[in-house]
């Protein structure tokens, strides 16, 4: 009974029903009939929830029984209370009822580890007899006297009037002034407060008693508050409400009274003692505070972090928006923080409690203690993964945000997946607002104040501003900021100024793409050309692209699927560790060394790099450093994307600085791998499909394909245009051509080095390998030769370097044929060479050369005279044999092979057996006695 009329009491403010009495009554208007106050009640006042629940009906009265038989089994306190005790409460609240002093002193001692306590007014309330007297007989008529009851009523009302709410009548200081007395006398020690130390004697029995608790104010209670994850429901909700009468006033805490008071005193004179104010101006002083008043406070801080009923300041100038946006949401558990923080960007939330709520949130992140939801969901892994940072700790509030740093920093090492949610949500609210990143906030405050003094924190502004203004910024911020942008380059969520302007593009390019692991940011790089991308988006697509390929480190998924690669091909390139950004040297690295690169997710996510960089000279921080000027002079009026640049480039090769044309080769030798690689095949994507849709894409294969149904009537002129274009160039220098690139490295180092540095855009290296043909040992070289040398006949243009020895040829023998039919020319000389025509030597061996032949016939590979020597060689040494069979001289260019030994031994036999055979077949052939006969069929006009 005790505990339930108290709840009804306490719960005035929490949407107390009707049907429940109020616990303070307001005076009437003045025109009203007053009411009789005169008479004080004869008892207790009906316990409103008691009675609420017994007008349910049948089924609601069992449930009161059930709480009932709940309630007595955690509160049997009461009843093991002494008699005496009991008897002495009830006498000395029939008293105070009358208007009665007790002399008699009271003793509580319920808890028995907090010590025996006298009870003020002998019923643990405010005394009806002293100066509260009028306010009582008129603002709390109603309520009966003793434990609290009177207090808790006339606090209320003042608190009422410090509103502003109140009409009427007022309560006086000296009555102010007592009740006040009154609630910080009774917070020294829980016996004080009957319902608090019924509520809670089991749990402090359990974890409070005589052997963890010192001999000092309040002690019993501030255990109480320690350990309040653990208490029973009850016993927590009573340890609330004193929490939030400490919040409004430093000295209902016994211990902030004890230890904080002097430095109140000094530092806060004048300073209202309500509503949390002189805490408030304790904090703001925190630098001039005595150690244990800073411990004090902050412990107190941490206490009442996760209910915003205990946060005096919030509370004050948040209630409105509270009622407004989250009406419904209980308290504790930080529910109500959540709430209020979800909502402080709409348009009707107060600015007011906004800069109070995001002060809070500026104060939270520097101490992961000062966040309740984080401290309790990241319990177990702040413990494993940052407990160095945590230890380090000193018992006042920290200053860097170093446990929650941590737990960014490490987060794929976190076990607890809602640990893992609150320090998502936590990143998403720093990349916001730079006063939730500590580390970043102090490191670049100067620089702040200096280059970004007029932008107001939220929407990454503040972030964007230093990004800006990057090369102006000291080496502090800038190695602090760079470290920020790798931990914000993991998820769209944390790319504000991105994630904002593209919010309707994300749902269309990528809504069934996860969140995390930069996915959906990979999705809109790769459709930054897509032509229903708003401008908007696509600038903020841009800006990231270029911005990551600065450095590997701001790309996360090249980063994570490479790391161990980057280690093994890239460790002396630049340090990881700097500071700053690599300048796209560790990307231009992983590109130029992909061939050797394992890792098949690393191998698909530079593929996927060397797209974007290919797609826009922006992407290739390398390149256009070293083209800067070269693309001012020359391609100034292009627009960047889909390849525009490049291709502007290459058509200026003959005039760029050294520099710009050899980074613009080496991303052309990247392209000649793969044509997914060159933005303007995307004209043959219809050809692809349906010629090539067998295909795998790679090692120049597709192109291949395309070159291969070229003279299809229904090959598109886009297309054909296309292949021709990189057919010629690839032709005037053998590495833009993969096939003859990969294969023949060798045979060109051994045969070509002399025109290998010198003939880029002349042919020289094909030429001479063309040349050069017999002696080539290497089949796979041999043949990718006659490939090329095939294709660039059958696509023949005048004056080209490769197939300039037949210009003449053509211009005599092919007359009237046309250069712009695929294959004609080529069809044309083979036929002259079939006929015996005149061709000059040179041509005649391009046409030798290009013919294609039967590759099985020679140990599966087109094979040249030097191949069959070099393989009949291999093929002795194997067998052991000592002397050799076949022999050749290469020095003397000739195609003859002498045969020696045995093996001439072999072919001689070999020629009678062909000569026998042949004759025995011409006689069968001409006697008729192997007549053939013909089977006819007529059937149908078909």
Known sequence: EHYLAHSCVSDRHENQPPSCPRASKRKSPANSAPRDRSAAPASRPPLCLATRIMARGPA???????????????????????????????????????GVAVDAVVLSDVVESAGSA???????????????????????????????????????????????????????????????AFKIDRANNVNKDIPLALGCKADAVKFCNSSNVY????????????????????????????????????????????????????????VPSTDGKVQECLREKRAHL???????????????????????????????????????????????????????????????????FEEMMVRRATDFRLDAKLRDLCKVDVDQVCGYEKDSLDSIAGYDGRVLECLQDYKDELVTPACKKRVHRLTVRAAADIRMDRPLSDACYDDRQKLCSGVQPGDARVLRCL??????????????????????????????????ACAAEIPRFCKDIQHGGARVIQCLLLHDEATDMGDECRTEVKRHETRSAKDYRLNYRLNKACDLEIDRLCADVCGPFSGQACEGSVIQCLTQKADNVTDQACKKEIFIMEKIMANDVRADAVLEKACDNDISTFCGDVEPGNGRVHECLRNHRDKLSKQCAAEELKLNIIQSSDIRLRPGFKDCSEEMNVYCKDVQPGKGRMFLCLQGNLAKVDFSQACKLRVEEKQSRQQNYYMLDFGVRSACKATVDRLCASVKGSGHGKAAVLKCLVEKHDAIAESQCASEISRATRMALWQYRKGVALTQTCDADVEKLCTGVSVSTV???????????????????????????????DAKA????????????????????????MAAFIKNDASSGSSMVTLTGWMALAAVAALVVVVIGGSVFVYRKYTGQDRPYTLVVKGGDV
């Open 858 to 881: 020679l140990f599966d590979g087109e094979m040249t005279t030097a191949a069959v020597v070099a393989k009949v060689e291999e093929i002795e040494r194997k067998a052991g044999l």
């Open 215 to 270: 001999e000092e104010p309040g002690a019993v209670l501030t255990c109480l508050r320690e350990v309040k994850d653990k208490l029973t429901d009850i016993c927590q909700d009573l340890v609330t409400r004193t929490q939030i009468d400490a919040s409004k006033d430093y000295k209902v805490d016994a211990m902030l009274n004890e230890l904080c008071t002097a430095d109140a005193e000094l530092l806060c004179v004048g």
């Open 60 to 98: 609601a009265r069992a449930l009161l029984f059930l709480f009932l038989a709940a309630f007595l089994s955690h509160h049997s306190a009461h009843a093991q209370a002494s008699k005496s005790l009991i008897a002495k409460l009830e006498e000395a609240e029939g008293s105070q009822a009358a």
């Open 823 to 853: 294959g004609a020319i080529g069809r044309c000389l083979a036929k002259q060479v079939t006929d015996n025509a005149a061709l000059t030597p040179g041509c005649k061996k391009m046409v030798m050369l290009a013919a294609p032949k």
């Open 118 to 180: 006298e009870l003020a007014s002998g019923d643990g309330d405010v005394d009806t007899t002293k100066d509260c007297k009028a306010e009582v007989k008129f603002f709390c008529s109603t309520i009966r006297p003793g434990e609290g009851r009177l207090a808790t009523c006339l606090a209320n009302q003042i608190e009422e009037e410090e509103k502003g709410s109140a009409t009427g009548r007022k309560t006086l200081p000296p009555c102010q002034a007592e009740v006040r």
């Open 290 to 356: 005595s150690w244990d008043c800073q411990e004090e406070l902050f412990r107190q801080e941490v206490e009442n972090a996760d209910d915003v009923r205990m946060s005096a300041v919030l509370l004050r100038v948040c209630m409105r928006d509270k009622k407004k946006f989250c009406a419904d949401v209980k308290p504790g558990n930080a529910r109500a923080k959540e709430c209020l923080e979800d909502n402080r960007n709409n348009p009707e939330f107060s600015a007011e409690c906004k800069t109070t």
């Open 467 to 500: 990004q800006d203004s990057r090369e102006q910024l000291s080496y502090e911020c800038r190695a602090t900021l760079f470290d920020q942008e790798v931990r914000l380059a993991e998820d769209i969520d944390f790319q504000f100024p991105l994630k904002k």
